[in-house]
């Protein structure tokens, strides 16, 4: 049987947002019962069907890499973000600051990647855009707990995240603790895999019609993060 390619996406956030949460809904298509800090990292493996129901379809590995949001080890994520080929940005609806912070994780796994721009201005004056532009990555933000948000902002659905503004990124709102979340045929559902295709897309290099990834050792465009 032909091996089956696979992608990296990393998954980053504050603690206490619901990363974990969110990984094993997305791969198990279930909630987690009883959800535990992270650790370092942890992660999730599923099947990922690349541009469903066209001649173009084949099926990819996805992997997502709970990193631990833990601010004590901040030092030691760097050897969890090579590579990259995606990255979803999670916050808590309820908590402005996880929010504000997607700033600052955004920044640190991209400078793991020798792409940063501001390293000696430091995280706050760093500006989003000046990343994403250079460096191909797809990134999907992600605000769960809205079914607590909605009580306390009642417009939270209303609007995206700045970030994701700023990224030119999808944004999906989701409780983590309902399947419907993630329905199939959902708008949260359709965004989610159009970016795993959009990841796909930018880790595999479209020849004719067909997907082959560059060897390691090849050489590669810069717009490139493997």
């Known amino acids: 049987m032909a091996a089956i390619d696979k992608v990296r996406i990393i998954v980053v956030g504050d603690s206490g947002v619901g990363k974990s949460s969110l990984t094993h809904l ?6 987690i019962k009883n959800p535990s800090w992270t650790v370092g990292c942890s992660v999730e493996v599923m099947l990922h069907e690349y541009k469903e129901g066209t001649p173009y379809q084949k099926t990819y590995f996805v ?4 990193i631990g949001g833990s601010s004590s080890h901040r030092n030691t994520r760097s050897v ?4 990259t080929h995606g990255i979803i940005l999670v916050h808590d609806l309820t908590n402005r600051k996880s929010q504000q912070n997607l700033n600052k994780w955004l920044a640190e796994v991209l400078n793991k990647d020798g792409n940063s721009k501001s390293r000696t201005g430091g995280f706050d004056s760093y500006d989003p855009e000046q990343y994403v532009g ?8 992600i605000g769960t707990k809205v079914d607590l948000a909605a009580d306390i902002r009642p417009n939270v659905t209303r609007r995206c995240s700045s970030i994701a503004e700023e990224c030119g990124a999808d944004e999906i709102l989701l409780d983590c603790h309902q399947v419907r979340s993630l329905a ?5 559902a359709v965004k989610l895999t159009r ?3 959009k990841v796909i897309e930018r880790r595999y290099q479209r020849q004719g019609d067909r997907f ?3 060897p390691t050792e090849r050489r590669r ?3 490139y993060i493997d």
């Open 134 to 141: 250079s460096t191909q990555i797809p990134i999907l933000v």
């Open 63 to 66: 992997e997502l890499w709970d």
């Open 212 to 214: 082959s990834s560059y």
């Open 195 to 197: 970016f795993f295709d």
């Open 80 to 83: 969890f973000y090579q590579p």
């Open 184 to 188: 199939a045929g959902s708008g949260s």
């Open 26 to 31: 997305i791969c198990h298509k279930e909630p």
């Open 221 to 223: 465009p810069k717009s």
